[in-house]
């Protein structure tokens, strides 16, 4: 027993030395295979920060190479650690992460990735992970605690085998694949959490074997790479298992607040989660800063470098922040960066760091000015650094409009408006006209979008109308419409100004567009995001729909749960019975039945009569889950 103790207190001991000092031993190895461990992560005893989640595994078995584990024994493979982002990317090697269910109509399981004894160390990242479903006519769920609903998503299958390649094939220039119902769907996950409840089900119990039907959290891009994988119909559910998925979790130093000696929780500073005391905060570096971290499932903080500084903020002395020359790194900090300490003359750039634009890149005639006699000297220097400054970025600027208009199809638009030069003009836009009219896109005139960000333009002189493709995300310039959406009016406490004189007009104008947009056009538009909130009311309460691109059946299908929503005035996701059935499915059921009047809207109840019925009959035609059985917009459903 001695020795046991001995070594036990030796590690102990050792663990505690390097939590004070803030350096681990220097026999604790810094790599894995070839994924580097920065401190405060540490591979053996006295290595890492002395706190849940930092003590990591190098699995040196002798039948794989080195993996770098989560933990102790955990089953999340680390391929990176980021102390810069406070984030380690993993893989799973165990199945945790990667839930596949096949066979049954419906079904649960628990994501537990983090389960490795991390404490309040590790959430998953809600910007860098998506939940993403495959499979036929299947809808999942992921669920927080009290069986909460964080988000979900449906994926529908034709029973034709001809969609299959071509949702795989659909690959833009980027590499990206459409996954937006067909055979698959993904969605952002909102809510980062250390684990999760998912559950799925079968939306139609003759048609579910197409293909292996799987539900993933997986790092945003994921799918991209794996999609012929995922949606080889051919593949057996041990092979789609096995395809590995990524998650990226991020990390903090879980912490207690402590006061000092003799002060109350009223004298504190506000910031829970940085040690008031600094002896005991794992910043060690002497240029660097704590950062607190709260959210629902974490507390803790972060550590980084001061400005001006670059290193490990959590190691003390060499090693950790140490004092760096921005104006000398090439090609990163020219143009706006400031220096903390002492300006720098070493290769690669010089000037003043303080000021915008203060730093510029040495070059032969700027070396020769130096040595200029005194003013005259510095005259040219001046001179030649604001001349050689702008001019490279007007260059810079003018080579990324011309690389965003091409990959935003500019040239193919500048083909189809040629033979109109009115139009032209009016519709390809300069992007200074939509930066002066949304205030450079100031978040003041945000207003939501569902298929991208939507920003208030306000002009004094007139109104613009077109798009914009010099920049990195397209910009649509378009009416503003005064009066909400659809969403907005249904969904409100009490009664409704939208009664059912207005909702079947609404129904009809949605539809007229949607026809004109799929067939009157001299090239089909098809709108991709038919719901309430993409439908805008002027003040007359007239319909008019915002337009992008994919499968004209789906539009029906869509517009098929726009006419529930303006028949029930419930959202069609949230709602649901005991059994957590979609308002799809009730609504499907009771009309079936014959019992609609128990989710109806009784404000209609009261106003439509038959009409209501004859609605209902058309909203459930156009969500039945085999295209070809629903009706087309233009020959159908404008006929009725």
Not at 133 to 144: A, H, K, S
Not at 365 to 391: E, K, Q
Not at 575 to 581: R, V
Request: hydrophobic share 35%; net charge negative; proline share 5%.
């Amino acid at each position: 027993m001695l020795p046991a103790a001995v070594l036990l207190l030796v590690s102990q001991l050792a663990s505690a030395a390097a939590q004070a000092g803030g350096r681990p031993p220097a026999s604790c190895p810094t790599t894995c295979g070839n994924v580097s461990v920065p401190y405060p992560f540490g591979i053996g005893d006295g290595c890492s920060l002395p706190l849940p989640g930092f003590n990591l595994t190098c699995d040196q078995a002798p039948q794989h190479s080195p993996r770098l584990l989560l933990g102790d024994g955990g089953t999340l493979q680390v391929v990176e650690i980021s102390l810069a982002n406070s984030t380690v990317r993993a893989i799973d090697t165990a199945g945790a992460v990667n839930i596949t269910y096949h066979g049954a109509p419906e079904g649960n399981g628990t994501w537990s990735g983090l389960g490795s004894g991390s404490g309040d160390t590790y959430v998953l990242s809600e910007e860098r992970n998506q939940f993403v479903v495959t499979g036929c006519n299947v809808q999942g769920t992921l669920l927080g605690d009290s069986r909460n609903v964080i988000i979900g998503c449906s994926s529908f299958c034709s029973i034709k085998d001809i969609w299959i390649n071509p949702v795989v094939n659909t690959s833009g220039g980027d590499g990206t694949v459409a996954c937006s119902g067909v055979g698959c769907c993904q969605t952002p996950i909102p809510i980062g959490r250390p684990n999760y409840t998912v559950e799925f089900k079968y939306l139609d119990l003759e048609y579910m074997g197409k293909l292996p039907t799987a539900l993933r959290i997986a790092e945003r891009g994921w799918f991209d790479g794996v999609a012929a994988q995922m949606l080889n119909e051919s593949a057996t559910d041990a092979q789609v298992q096995q395809v590995p998925a990524p998650v990226v979790l991020e990390w903090v130093v879980a912490s207690t607040p402590v006061a000092p000696p003799g002060s109350t929780a009223a004298e504190d500073t506000g910031n829970w989660s940085c040690p008031v005391d600094a002896a005991r905060s794992a910043c060690r570096s002497s240029h660097s800063t704590c950062h607190n971290v709260t959210g629902n499932y974490r507390n803790g903080y972060v550590c980084r470098c001061q400005d001006g500084y670059d290193g490990n903020p959590y190691l003390a002395g060499d090693g950790g922040c140490q004092d760096i020359d921005e104006c000398a790194l090439p090609g990163k900090y020219f143009g706006s960066t400031y220096k903390h300490g002492m300006v720098g003359t070493s290769a690669g750039g010089h000037g003043n760091p303080y000021t915008a634009d203060g730093c510029v890149k040495t070059s032969l005639g700027l070396s020769v000015g130096l040595g200029v006699d005194s003013g005259a000297g510095l005259l040219v220097l001046d001179l030649g650094s604001a001349f050689v400054t702008r001019g490279i970025k007007n260059r810079r600027a003018r080579m990324l409009k011309q690389k965003f208009f091409i990959q935003n199809r500019g040239h193919l638009l500048q083909q189809l408006v040629s033979q109109n030069t009115d139009i032209s003009e009016r519709m390809i836009i300069p992007p200074v006209e939509p930066e002066k009219a949304t205030n450079t896109f100031d978040n003041a005139r945000k207003l939501g979008g569902g298929d991208g960000t939507v920003y208030k333009g306000i002009l004094s002189t007139c109104t613009l109308f077109g798009c914009c493709l010099e920049t990195e995300m397209p910009l649509l310039v378009y009416e503003f419409i005064s009066n909400g959406t659809l969403y907005d009016h249904l969904h409100v406490e009490g009664a409704t100004p939208l009664g059912w004189d207005h909702r079947p007009r609404i129904a009809t104008e949605t539809a007229r567009a949607l026809a004109y947009l799929h067939m009157a056009v001299f090239f089909p538009i098809v709108q991709r995001d038919v719901k309430s909130s993409n439908i805008l009311l002027d003040g007359s309460l007239m319909a008019k729909t915002l337009c992008t691109t994919t499968r004209e059946d789906s539009d029906v299908y869509s517009f098929g749960v726009v006419l529930i929503e303006l028949l029930t005035r419930k959202k069609s996701f949230s709602y649901g019975s005991t059994e957590n059935d979609s308002l799809i499915a009730q609504f499907t059921s009771l009309l079936t039945h014959g019992n609609l009047s128990c989710v109806l809207d009784p404000q209609i109840m009261e106003e439509g009569g038959k009409e209501v019925n004859e609605v209902a009959a058309l909203a459930a035609m156009c969500m039945k889950l085999k295209a070809e059985e629903r009706p087309t917009m233009r020959r159908d459903i404008m006929h009725r």
